[in-house]
Structures are given as structure tokens and as C-alpha cells.
């Protein structure tokens, strides 16, 4: 019989900070400007320069810590983390070793209703490095600082996912989280949150771990899986070929769907860290937790139940509606102002859904105005507009941000809901059908559907369906 495996998996989450500047100068940390012009002699190195902490780094810092189950270490400080790259004009990193902020934490996840925790080992700060830039048109690299010192927080969990569904479930929940705190806007495509897996397998029932490989350039939750499903094939064929699988740094090529050495694994000790001489340790006392708990806003799943009290929408409705933080700002101003949760949430989970499907969009790229979706649903319970012209008004609004007010009123889009002026439509609607009228004395219902459809299309769709249909039977 062959043997059965088992895989074992620990992340490294790297969370780029929401700061508004960067953790040791006062340089932006906007996302996009012209090359190295988000730069000081702080963040590029320069000799004689001194690093100030941002004091904001420390608080979100604590407050993912507080919010993952974490201890907040009292006194912790900043290391050294030696090493030359040109990405990184110090020759070293400001990172933390010996007594990173935050440590010994946990998140729950889920998986088809089984809850499992997942162990955080710690948490630590740092900053980034900047961007190389490979220009194969002048075969030349060329390095961008604008990203050297942008706040970091690398969260270690323990080796305790073991497949990819786990990883997944961790990552969405850490996403959340992060995202609910404001702490960052944790995109994984986009590069503010990133993920490195250590992967080991073990025959089912061992103790020991098995040598860990670890892999970077993991950008997508699919490039995750693929990469997870992809690496632990490899190494189960190296130990079944006899070989050993070797501690490295593994580059996952998601095109290829395979993984190359990068580089041989490094310990702490090829870093030569030592404390950071520059920076004085951070004293962190117990009535700052206490206030940072304080500032806690609601998270995703005391926002979940409360949805489900408060505004009694479906489950499932719910679990969309607030599995994106700015999805559910929008959802809950658009509610103030209507006051009918209900229809707001329709809206929303059926055009807002299909037309951010439809336009490749993400949750986040949603920017319209919760006021205008307020006014849409207004208008239709007044039966100034029908479903038909609203759909076509909330598209308008989705893409363009348009004035539905004013739009309607410039395209006259108003529903006709004069009974006297509709009549007159219907009764010609009448005379003109005599097949699908005698069908309907026959008894079939359905041929009503096909008059009130032909007296809408004589109105350019802009009468008052409610109104059709009763004047239809009256007058049949
Ligand atoms: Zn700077």
C-alpha cells in the first residue's frame, strides 16, 4: 500500500500599513507617484539620517494584534536585519527580532461548518523595500524608493492549515479583519497584503515536521491554491523518488504552474540582526490597549449578527453584503436614507452584483452615490417610475455617478399614471388583439401578460404597470 501524506502549512502575511506617511519619515505613502519622488534622505539612505517612528504604524500595529487574539508586548523594540540588496539603500532592514509588537494570537476559521483556529506565532513591524524595475528594452534595471519605508506588518501564524481551503479561509478572515480596522485596504492583487507559504508534507500520523520549502510571489487566492496543490506534488515525489527536499526560497511561476529555486532558505543568524541603535524601545502600556480595544470598530461578525436583527435580510445576503467592508458602508448609508433595508439589499445583491460581474470590478471599485440608489427606490414605491426605467436609471448611476433626478427628468422617463390618458391606450391595445382577447375570455390567463407587454410598448415603456393591468381587466 502506498503511503498517505499530510500537508503542512504556515503563513507569512505581509499587510501594507493605511498611514498616510511612511513608518520613519514624513515622505507620502501614496501609491502611483513618478518615480522616487516619494523620497528624503531618510528612506533612501542616506548617511547621517535619523529614523522618527510614526506613531499611527504602532497603533494599527496593536490594533490587528488586539483584534487577532494577540499579547501586546509591553516593551518591544526594532532590529537590524543586514542585508544588501539594491532595492535597499541602507543595506539593512528596520524590522523587529527579539520582541516583535505582538505575539501569541489566533483566528477562528470555518470550513463547511467546522470551526478550527489557526495560531498566530507573532506579529512584527518593519518597513518596505523599493521597487526594481526590469527594463528589457534598455536591458537595464532601473529602482523606484517611493515604497522604501512604507509601513509593514508581517503576521507569522504556526504551521497549522493543511490544505488549501484552510489557507484560504485564513486569508480571507485576516482580510477582513485588517479591513474592517481601516488598518489597511489589504488588496492582494494589488500588492497591500502578501502572502508566503512555508510548506513541508509528512507521512499521515508523524510528529516530526518535514523540511519546509517556502514560497513567494503568491499575488491571487487561485495562485495560492495552484501553488499549494503544485508544491506539495513535488515534494511528495522527492521523498517517494528516495531524495530530499531541500530548505529553499521557491519562486511559484503561476503561468507555468510550477516553482523554481530562488535561493537557499536563510536562518535569522545569515541576517546578523542586532537591536536598532537608532530608535528607542516602544513602551506600550496597559491603558493604551485599553483604548486602542476601545476604538475597535464593529467587525465582520458582530456585523453580521446585527444585519440579521436589525434589518432581517437572508443569511446568505448578509454574508455578501458585509464580506466586503465598503460594500457594507454602502448598504447601511443607503438604508439611512431609505429606511427599507430590504429593497436596498436587493438592489444591491442582484444590479450591483451583476454589474460589477458584468465590468470585472471588485467590491471596492463601487463608487456611487448612496443617495441616488436612495432616490431610485423612492421614486419606484411612489410609482413615479416603473422597474423597467429604474434598472436602466441604477445602471446610469452605477457606471457614470449620473443625477437620477434629473436624468428622468430630461429623458421624461416619469411613468404616465393618468388612468384616463391610459385608458385610451388600452382600449386601442384591446381592438387591435382580438386573438389574444379571446384567449383570455377562454380562460388563459396568460394572454393578459401579452396586453399589458403591447400597451408598455406603445408607452415607451413609461406606463404605470399596475395601473395597466387593472384597467386591462376592467376593460375585458
Ligand atoms: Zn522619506
Not at 416619469?414 to 385610451?424: A, F, I
Amino acid at each position: 500500500m502506498s503511503k498517505q501524506y499530510e500537508t503542512v502549512i504556515g503563513l507569512e502575511v505581509h499587510v501594507e500599513l493605511a498611514t498616510k506617511t511612511k513608518i520613519f519619515c514624513g515622505c507620502s505613502t501614496e501609491f502611483g507617484g513618478a518615480p522616487n519622488t516619494h523620497t528624503c534622505p531618510v528612506c533612501t539612505g542616506q548617511p547621517g539620517s535619523l529614523p522618527v517612528l510614526n506613531k499611527q504604524v504602532v497603533e494599527y500595529a496593536m490594533a490587528i494584534g488586539v483584534a487577532t487574539n494577540c499579547d501586546i508586548t509591553p516593551i518591544c523594540k526594532f532590529d537590524r536585519k543586514n542585508y544588501f540588496y539594491p532595492d535597499n539603500p541602507q543595506n539593512y532592514q528596520i524590522s523587529q527580532l527579539y520582541l516583535p509588537i505582538a505575539h501569541d494570537g489566533y483566528v477562528e476559521i470555518e470550513i463547511n461548518g467546522k470551526k478550527k483556529k489557526v495560531r498566530i506565532h507573532e506579529m512584527h513591524m518593519e518597513e518596505d523595500a523599493g521597487k526594481l524595475i526590469h527594463d528589457e528594452w534598455t536591458n537595464s534595471s532601473l529602482v523606484d524608493y517611493n515604497r522604501s519605508g512604507v509601513p509593514l506588518v508581517e503576521i507569522v501564524s504556526e504551521p497549522d492549515m493543511r490544505n488549501a481551503d484552510e489557507v484560504m479561509a485564513y486569508l480571507e478572515k485576516l482580510r477582513l479583519i485588517i479591513q474592517y480596522l481601516g488598518a489597511s485596504d489589504a488588496k492582494l492583487h494589488e500588492g497591500s497584503m502578501r502572502a508566503d507559504v512555508n510548506l513541508s508534507v509528512r507521512e499521515v500520523g508523524t510528529e516530526e515536521f518535514g523540511t519546509r520549502t517556502e514560497m513567494k510571489n503568491l499575488n491571487s487566492f487561485k495562485a495560492i491554491a495552484r501553488a499549494i496543490e503544485g508544491e506539495t506534488k513535488r515534494q511528495i515525489e522527492l521523498i517517494e523518488d528516495g531524495r530530499k527536499v531541500v530548505q529553499e526560497t521557491r519562486r511559484w511561476d503561476d503561468n507555468k504552474e510550477s516553482s523554481h529555486a530562488m535561493r537557499s532558505k536563510e536562518d535569522a543568524k545569515d541576517y546578523r540582526y542586532f537591536p536598532e541603535p537608532d530608535l528607542v524601545p516602544i513602551s506600550i502600556s496597559k491603558e493604551w490597549i485599553s483604548e486602542i480595544k476601545e476604538k475597535q470598530p464593529e467587525l465582520r461578525e458582530e456585523k453580521l449578527a446585527r444585519y440579521k436583527e436589525e434589518f432581517e435580510i437572508p443569511k446568505y445576503d448578509a454574508e455578501i453584503l458585509t464580506g466586503s467592508k465598503h460594500l457594507a458602508d454602502i448598504f447601511e448609508e443607503t438604508t439611512k436614507l431609505s429606511g427599507k433595508p430590504k429593497k436596498v439589499s436587493n438592489w444591491l445583491m442582484v444590479e450591483g452584483l451583476r454589474l460589477v460581474k458584468e465590468n470585472n470590478m471588485e467590491m471596492e471599485d463601487i463608487h456611487f452615490k448612496p443617495a441616488s440608489l436612495a432616490i431610485i427606490i423612492d421614486l419606484v414605491d411612489k410609482g413615479e417610475i416603473n422597474n423597467q426605467v429604474a434598472k436602466e436609471v441604477f445602471e446610469l448611476v452605477f457606471k457614470e455617478d449620473i443625477d437620477p433626478e434629473k436624468y428622468i427628468e430630461e429623458k421624461g422617463l416619469k411613468s404616465v399614471n393618468d388612468t384616463d390618458e391610459l385608458k385610451k391606450v388600452v382600449e386601442e391595445i384591446i381592438a387591435n388583439n382580438p386573438k389574444s382577447v379571446e384567449d383570455y375570455h377562454n380562460g388563459k390567463e396568460k394572454a393578459i401578460g401579452f396586453l399589458v407587454g403591447q400597451t408598455m410598448k406603445a408607452m415607451k415603456g413609461k406606463a404605470n404597470p399596475g395601473i395597466v393591468n387593472k384597467l386591462l381587466k376592467e376593460l375585458l
